[in-house]
Structures are given as structure tokens and as C-alpha cells.
């Protein structure tokens, strides 16, 4: 069996509703046709950049899940025809790198977040109206 990365973008107005249920959608699929769930988690809520099926809004659903090729097809298509999803991505996972994706997915946000490097500010003074000291 081998490992993939599920991102999947979830209808906003029905997550917004019932968010636990909606979520459970993409589990279910995956189970459904034999995938096992590594780590399933929200990622983020995000403005689309262009209307998708009429949504402007989208809910990013990021999904680890271990199951054998042949089944991929037939999720991909199930997901095509589920209300809840909008869009969906899935790739196959490098072993080599499968567990420490899987890990970084599942410590989610208690990973610690690098502070931007302070923004370089453009001066508006001219050079030519400093004054030198002569």
C-alpha cells in the first residue's frame, strides 16, 4: 500500500454549518474504498482565486492516508460527484519523506511559527536634501 496527500477543498457554507460531518465526508470516502487515514486535519479557510461551482470561499482539508493504487480512481471519481468537495488534489507520497509528513500533518498548529524578518522600510527622504557635515 502506498502513501498519499489529500488536499481537498470543502464546501465553506456547509462546513460553516455542520463542520464535523462535513469533514467526516473525505474520511469516509477514503475508507470506503479501503484507504487507512495516516492524518486528517483542517489546513486552512481561504478566499478562492476564482469562483469554483459558484464558491467563493473554500474550507482546505489536508488528508494522509495509505491505500493501494488501484483504488485511486475510483475515489478520485467519488469525489467529483460529492456535494461536500468542490475540488480535489491527490499525490503520491514519496516513502522516504511519508513519515515526516505524516508527522509534521498531525502536529498541525503546535508546530512553532517563524516570526517574518523585519521589513526593510524605504526611506522618503531625498539624498540630495542631507544636509553633510563639512
Known sequence: MVVYEGMFILDASKYARDPVAT??????????????????????????????KGHR????????????GANITPLERQ???TDEIIRKLILKVDARIADALVEHALAGDAAPKRTPPPAVVASAIDPSEIESEE
Not at 477514503?30 to 482565486?49: C, N, P, V, Y
Open 23 to 52: 469533514a467526516q465526508q473525505v474520511t469516509d470516502l477514503i475508507t470506503q474504498f479501503g484507504g487507512t487515514i495516516l492524518a486528517s486535519r483542517l489546513w486552512d479557510e481561504r478566499k478562492l482565486a476564482y469562483p469554483i
Open 57 to 68: 470561499k473554500g474550507i482546505y482539508w489536508l488528508t494522509y492516508f495509505r491505500m493501494a
Open 79 to 81: 469525489c467529483e460527484i
